[in-house]
């Protein structure tokens, strides 16, 4: 049975990740950084997701180039470690979620994208 998340709209999920980062004094424009590292999407493709149907899971699945430092993200995630994570696209999902938490907790850029 397919998680839910992977059938919510983009645009209801990706809003939700912006004001988390936004809350902790980081930027729309922070989360867009580490959301086109990990995904190849572009700037622009954000946004003109934000007015279509595409599904989150979608959104992974379809992602242009995957980053192949993203298996350099470890850690927990709601309770659950990331390198852990068996199924693909729940893993793809929660690298973003931590993704946007190290930036909610002021991580510095270059640490956040595995520089």
Known sequence: MPNNIYTMPFSKVY???INKAVRKNRTRDDVD????W????????LEQFLSSDLTYGDFFLQAPELNPNRKRI?????????EN???????????????VDELAKGKAMEKILRA
């Open 15 to 17: 809003p939700l990740l």
């Open 33 to 36: 950084t580490v959301t086109t």
């Open 38 to 45: 990990l995904t190849g999407y572009t700037k622009e493709q």
């Open 74 to 82: 470890t850690g927990t995630v709601c309770g659950v470690r990331v």
């Open 85 to 99: 994570i068996e199924e693909p696209l729940m893993q793809e999902i929660r690298c973003l979620d931590k993704l």
